[in-house]
């Protein structure tokens, strides 16, 4: 439900005798309502206001801590290691870290979701295993190509993803540029997102020989063998071949600000196209934390050093879509005991995605709490075609405490116990996280059952047609 809904409900419903309200800091897009409440009836929000709430069954009162918007991780590889149960841990960590949802990537263990029956294997999965909502991602593969994309679409997947670098030959393929183009072609008109790992082939796999040959090894050494250039060359191609087609073309990890900046020069001469940032390159830097962390935080595209910054202002120009994860289920003996080539690549991130960009954002001096609403919750919504449901205090209320802690990873709920954030200093907690009008985490505790969660279709307007 839409917050402009959600007002007029204020006034047509505020004398109905409501399920349950919540009171607190309410996070709204116009602001935050100080002496806040929100009404439940019937697992939606009913109403919202300031002052005297309506009555009700049930008060349940987090004084003067913030009350977001269900959050959307709207980057996810929840099956990448254990296969489709893999859910249920994944989706428990989500609910501890205030996400209501997540959007997971088709690249499952041990085949990629390009055909209806995998689809169907994987929301079935859904209904067994997962805590909170799901969200889901297609592909195609050269064996299917474009044989599956209308029945996925009828479906319900809210976006399609392809690479342009080959990480498996079956799990996760490259795509050609010929099939990329027939892809664009085919999803032109619907405003259905295609998403990009975006790195050129041909560069990594040159530059990574060199480094190898060198006797490189680190993390220094891997963002060197996957050079900014090798990331700028696949995202260009990509969103040229968008702008050809007319069709959504999305980046789904840049790391750098100049990568933004080529989504910015593209949307400046019409093309549809949008850039997604990822939380840690926000958070780490490879020369001031490489030596700590190593293999612990390396991803692909990698973490460059003397970024940050430059990320920042992307974000106060407006180039990025919205914030992610990129939450990946890989067991930490992925990473030790091997080069930096061979560790995998991926990091934990659904507990620590909301403390760590509000933390971020609130050091930069900017209004961390508008800011984690907008880009973790309505942006997202609005993106994948869920903003009827979810993004602007809908279906899910997060409540986030606001008073320092250190993240010990030993405690997640994921079933990996490690991150690249182990130790780190947060400045908000998740006191409590709330599903449909049902609370879903209590600060120490998951309170719904595995099944709790729905697999939500794509619904309604996209990106290009509210934005």
């Not at 590889?77 to 254990?82: D, E, I, L, R």
């Not at 190509?145 to 393929?173: N, T, Y």
């Not at 030790?336 to 050091?363: D, H, N």
Request: proline share 5%; glycine share 10%; aromatic share 8%.
């Amino acid at each position: 439900m839409d917050s402009e809904r959600t007002r007029d409900l204020m006034y047509t419903r505020k004398e109905n005798k409501m399920d349950s309200v919540i009171r607190g800091r309410i996070v709204t897009p116009d602001g935050i309502l100080e002496n806040g409440w929100i009404a439940v009836q019937g697992q939606k929000i009913a109403a919202l206001g300031t002052g005297p709430a309506p009555q009700c069954e049930e008060v349940t009162d987090y004084g003067d801590r913030l009350v977001l918007p269900g959050i959307i991780d709207g980057q996810t590889h929840a099956t990448n290691s254990t296969g489709l149960s893999g859910f249920a841990p994944a989706t428990a960590s989500a609910l501890a870290g205030g996400v209501t949802t997540i959007v997971d990537m088709p690249y499952d263990t041990p085949l990629p979701l390009d055909r209806p029956e995998r689809l169907n294997a994987k929301i079935a999965a859904i209904a067994a295993h997962a805590h909170c909502d799901v969200a889901l991602y297609g592909t195609v593969t050269a064996e299917s190509a474009l044989d599956h994309v209308d029945s996925l679409i009828e479906g319900g997947i809210c976006a399609f993803k392809i690479s342009s670098f080959e990480s498996s030959p079956v799990r996760f393929p490259r795509i050609d540029e010929a099939l990329t183009l027939d892809l664009l072609e085919k999803l032109a008109g619907r405003d259905l997102p295609l998403g990009l790992h975006n790195e050129d082939q041909e560069i990594v796999r040159a530059r990574t020989a060199k480094a190898q040959a060198a006797g490189r090894d680190g993390i220094g050494a891997h963002s060197d063998s996957r050079p900014l250039a090798a990331e700028l060359a696949a995202t260009g191609q990509f969103l040229a071949i968008g702008q050809a087609t007319g069709a959504h073309a999305h980046i789904v990890h840049i790391s750098h600000e100049e990568g933004f900046a080529q989504v910015g020069a593209f949307a400046g001469i019409g093309a549809a196209v949008t850039g997604e940032l990822c939380v840690h390159y926000l958070c780490f830097d490879p020369e001031r934390d490489g030596d700590a962390l190593g293999a612990r935080m390396k991803v692909n595209p990698p973490i460059r050093p003397n970024a940050i910054d430059g990320l920042w202002r992307a974000l106060q120009r407006g180039e990025i879509a919205f914030v992610s994860s990129d939450h990946a289920s890989w067991p930490i003996d992925n990473k030790l005991g091997v080069s930096i080539y061979a560790a995998g690549a991926g990091i934990p991130g659904l507990e620590t995605l909301v403390p760590a960009f509000f933390t971020a954002a609130q050091a930069r001096g900017q209004d961390a709490a508008l800011l984690t609403a907008e880009y973790l919750a309505a942006r997202p919504a609005r993106f994948f075609g869920l903003s009827e449901r979810k993004g602007t205090l809908a279906a899910g209320l997060d409540a986030d405490e606001q008073g320092d802690f250190t993240w010990d990873a030993a405690q997640a709920h994921d079933g990996l116990n490690w991150s690249p954030f182990d130790g780190r200093r947060f400045s908000v907690r998740i006191s409590a996280t709330w599903l449909r009008g049902k609370p879903a985490w209590n600060g120490s505790e998951i309170l719904l059952a595995q099944g709790s969660g729905q697999y939500l279709r794509r619904q309604g307007q996209g990106w290009f047609s509210t934005h």
